[in-house]
């Protein structure tokens, strides 16, 4: 492994200050696969702290690339690649994040789950790239709100939002070329759906804790592996030929999106946010019916099998119930508990609806540039993804 890394010592670290966006995509792309090497490696923290020199390209690739998130204005031109650095950094985070669920691969790939290198990685890009986040959100607002007003009110707009350019893009204009990359970036979290949930409903009983409980029962499908909802989207990836194991499609996952599936790892690994988790997930939970009753429509519209768009029905059903407890048995309960942190509630609800619009409108935006390329495919004789 040494020999691999060293070649990079006798390298030019100026390939971020080029201007091509190849080189710039291609010193991310080398500093990443340097980084994949590096959570196989026995004895990470030792390997690291002997030979520091092995994880040099990683190490210069992401201090650039947290100037997106330091850097105090004028970001896009700073010259380290705005769009790959975030995609680098949202990456890197979700490698790492990945570990602490459980995918039935080798036990070796977990031999570095607890490494202290991986945790100072973590909390660099978790600490600069929250602050960026929060940043857009007016939090001084939210502590002068009144929750239980702020939530009910949120929730009733939410539940039925007026029509947008992205709905009317699948209920009208949506290809099956576009469905397909749908639900190739969806898979990634669909097919280990509610995993985040699991962990924080660890500690003492109660009735907000036993709701929690019951929605991770139903998503579970009640410990009936055929009822599970990952079984849902598996039946939908098999029923196009797609691919169904679990992080197929990994190279195709906008940053976007990588960072809300990270922003959920974070919210419930740290139980100091879990009034932050309990409000994104209220969020989710709304939002979720309507959304995918937009890709209901569009799978029926291109007269696409049952099991073709089962996942989106089978929520758009439970969900609705699920909203419902989420608002009225868990929030609600847990704002009159915690009277002054209740505000916390807000930020994760609203901090959520910002990071999923955004993560959506990047999906929209990879499914028409999928589209764009299908006459290309032809022509070359290759089949479209």
């Known amino acids: 492994m040494h020999g691999e ?9 100026s390939a971020y200050a080029k201007d091509t966006p190849r080189a710039v995509q291609r010193a991310y792309e080398e500093a990443e696969r340097n980084f994949s090497e590096l959570l196989k490696t026995s004895c990470l923290d030792e390997h690291v702290s002997h030979t520091p020199r092995t994880v040099r390209r990683f ?9 997106v998130y330091t850097s105090t204005g004028g970001e896009r ?7 790959w650095a975030h995609l680098f950094l949202q990456r890197v ?24 290198y991986l945790r100072e990685v973590r909390e660099r890009i ?3 790239w929250q602050t960026r986040e929060l940043s857009q959100l007016d939090i001084d607002a939210l502590v002068r709100e009144d929750v239980r007003d702020a939530l009910l009110r949120r929730v009733a707009v939410d539940l039925s939002p007026p029509p947008s350019t992205n709905s009317e893009y699948f209920r009208h204009d ?3 070329t ?42 579970y499908g009640g410990g009936r592996l055929n009822r599970k909802h990952s079984t849902f989207f598996t039946a939908m990836l098999a029923q196009l030929n797609m691919r169904t194991e679990p992080e197929a499609y990994f190279h195709l996952t906008p940053w976007e999106v990588l960072a809300a599936i990270n922003h959920s790892f974070l919210l419930s690994e740290r139980k100091r946010f879990y009034l932050r988790y309990v409000g994104g997930l209220l969020y989710t939970e709304v939002s979720v019916p309507a959304s995918f009753d937009n890709y209901r429509a569009a799978a029926v519209r291109l007269n696409l099998p049952e099991a073709a768009r089962g996942y989106w029905e089978l929520h758009i059903r439970e969900d609705k119930r699920h909203g419902q407890w989420m608002l009225h048995d868990v929030a609600l309960p847990l704002a ?22 955004r993560s959506g409108g990047s999906i929209v935006r990879s499914l028409r540039a999928a589209e764009a390329e299908v006459p290309h495919r032809e022509t070359s004789g290759q089949t479209a993804a």
């Open 5 to 13: 890394y060293a070649d990079y010592i006798s390298e030019s670290a």
């Open 59 to 67: 190490k210069d690739a992401l201090e650039k690339a947290l100037a």
């Open 77 to 83: 031109d700073n010259g380290y690649g705005y769009e």
């Open 93 to 116: 985070l979700y490698r790492i994040n990945r570990l602490k669920l459980f995918w039935f691969d080798d036990l070796s790939n977990y031999r570095n789950e607890r490494s202290a």
């Open 126 to 128: 978790e600490g600069a």
């Open 174 to 176: 949506v290809t099956e």
């Open 178 to 219: 576009g469905y397909r990359r749908l639900l190739a970036i969806a898979s990634l979290d669909g097919l280990v759906e509610a995993s985040q949930l699991s962990r924080t409903l660890g500690g003492v009983s109660n009735n907000i804790h036993a709701i929690m409980t019951r929605l991770l029962v139903e998503e």
């Open 336 to 357: 009159a508990r915690y009277p002054d942190q209740a505000w916390e509630l807000l930020l994760g609800y609203d901090q959520q609806k910002f990071i999923s619009e």
